[in-house]
Nanobody, 124 residues
Framework: QVQLVESGGGLVQAGDSLRLSCAAS????????VGWFLQAPGNEREFVAA????????YYADSVKGRFTISRDNAKNTGYLRMNVLKPEDTAVYYC?????????????????WGQGTQVTVSS
């Protein structure tokens, strides 16, 4: 079991930045790939970014490429999502998730463990 807790969300203005954190406890965090997903009101949950267990590879959704950066610190059992140049359409609940697969997982079904989510609201 891996327990995940997100933090760092909030209300910001368009163009601002936020850094989300995903604190993990339980089994060895460094064994898992980490992903971030978002869910806007009335929409399906969608993939944002993923990083391999070692941090050597990352993958992003086209909508955030160049603005968001995923990273991790295995010594701190924490994953991060740095979000720059935020737009109103980035408003959503953001979830982190952990996957035991060795390839970069981009689908929800690849992730066995999920956090409770953190709200990000971007005003125009």
């Amino acid at each position: 079991q891996v327990q995940l807790v997100e933090s760092g969300g909030g209300l910001v203005q368009a163009g601002d930045s936020l850094r989300l954190s995903c604190a993990a406890s339980g089994r060895t965090f460094s064994s898992y790939a980490v992903g971030w997903f978002l869910q806007a009101p009335g929409n399906e949950r969608e993939f944002v970014a993923a990083i391999t267990w070692s941090g050597s590879s990352t993958y992003y959704a086209d909508s955030v490429k160049g603005r968001f950066t995923i990273s991790r610190d295995n010594a701190k059992n924490t994953g991060y999502l740095r979000m720059n140049v935020l737009k109103p359409e980035d408003t959503a609940v953001y979830y982190c998730a952990a996957s035991s697969t060795r390839v970069l997982p981009t689908t929800q079904v690849s992730y066995a463990y999920w956090g409770q989510g953190t709200q990000v609201t971007v005003s125009s």
